[in-house]
């Protein structure tokens, strides 16, 4: 089992100190789901949600949080982020949309924690603007589907 790199000898709890790891290119990429009912699904490719544009509105709310997740999470490191993409798959026959982000970087720890909360503000983005047409709407699904880059090397989630 790995060791816990977040806790001290004494249970304490500590952020990682990564000064002696040498900076490589490390990039994450994850993905959600929102889905929603075929009215909800419609009004948000047919760019007529009265608070506007749906989606790209939430690519800007999921880039800004990539940039703020060590505001969020307690042990995330400030990091100097090179790249961010947010982008969706809308599926019309499932009404819901897929929302995959990306994050690259060239440092000394990596970026899964930042792609991870890309998506998920980006989902709660779309929630929030369409809430007044579809309280049922479900945020899942979020999970990282691969990242490469540090000591632990490359990660691809099969499916």
Known sequence: MPEFTHIDKQ???RMVDVT????TLRVAVAQGIVSMNPNTFDKIMNQTVQKGNVLETARIAGIMAAKKTSELIPMCHPLNITHIA???FPDKTKSDIKIEGAVR????TGVEMEALTAVSIA???IYDMCKSYDRKMIISDICLIEKSGGKSGVFMRKE
């Not at 002696?20 to 900076?23: C, G, L, N, R, T």
């Not at 970087?105 to 000394?108: C, F, G, N, R, S």
């Open 123 to 125: 989902g709660l983005t």
């Open 86 to 88: 947010i982008d969706f």
């Open 11 to 13: 249970g304490r709890v």
């Open 20 to 23: 002696e790891k040498e900076p």
């Open 105 to 108: 970087i060239v440092d000394q």
